[in-house]
């Protein structure tokens, strides 16, 4: 999956964004938060479990399934609509979408 340039490029602009990373707490561990994993933590899974399901299917075997459908939550100005967007980017790489399109929803 990683020999994609464009994938590349996108997971390194992912990699260059603040403040979505794992947090710590000071003796090491995972800090732990109230809903959901961090979304860089998220996107790399997903691009594993792709890799993975591209391995089986070579071999034979059934892929996994894997939900698309994400939740970006968090106060305005943190970031939702830009990793939403990248990460539509992601799934088109990947072809996982067609053409990458992300749908914005308000609450109410």
Known sequence: VHHIPELRAALDELETM???KTEYNE????RKRAVGIPPKEAIH???QTVQGNY???V???QPLQVALNRLFLGNPGTGKTTVAQLYGRILRL???LS???VV???PG
Do not use: A, I, P
């Open 27 to 30: 003796d090491g561990s995972k």
């Open 18 to 20: 603040t403040g979505l």
């Open 45 to 47: 899974q997903l691009v």
């Open 99 to 101: 053409n990458g399109s």
């Open 94 to 96: 990947l072809n996982l």
């Open 55 to 57: 391995d089986k299917e």
């Open 104 to 106: 914005l929803k308000q």
């Open 59 to 61: 071999r034979g075997e």
